[in-house]
């Protein structure tokens, strides 16, 4: 299993970003996936979390209606698209994998891409 995770970067406050996700080494469109981030000296931070078929998806009240995740399982690829960005939002995000049978449950991370928001 490989989740290899791009488009992080520094932009300015109120700037977006798309970030990517993609995923080998298994059925991709078998699995629920989510992003996770963790802020320097802080715990991980579940973000949003879409279902196998992204028909069911769910955000973090901190980046409610400015994130957006989707999944293109033909191209084995989740996405995060980020909007309106904030300082706050600078961490490391990983593109995290649900167990089978258990969605609140993270079996494979990957090794994480920067987003730092900055002026």
């Known amino acids: 299993v490989q989740l290899l995770e791009s488009g992080g970067g520094l932009v300015q406050p109120g700037g977006s970003l798309r970030l990517s996700c993609a995923a080998s080494?298994?059925?991709?469109?078998?699995?629920?996936m989510n992003w996770v981030r963790q802020a320097p000296g802080k715990r991980p931070e579940w973000v949003s979390h879409?279902?196998?078929?992204?028909?069911?998806?769910y955000y973090a009240d901190s980046v409610k209606g400015r994130f957006t995740i989707s999944r293109e399982n033909a191209k084995n690829t989740l996405y995060l698209q980020m909007n309106s960005l904030k300082p706050e939002d600078t961490a490391l995000y990983y593109c995290?994998?649900?167990?089978?049978?258990?969605?609140?449950?993270?079996?494979?991370w990957g090794q994480g891409t920067q987003v730092t928001v900055s002026s």
């Open positions: 879409i279902n196998s078929s992204g028909g069911s998806i």
């Open positions: 080494g298994f059925t991709f469109n078998n699995y629920a």
């Open positions: 995290v994998r649900s167990e089978l049978g258990d969605v609140y449950k993270y079996d494979y």
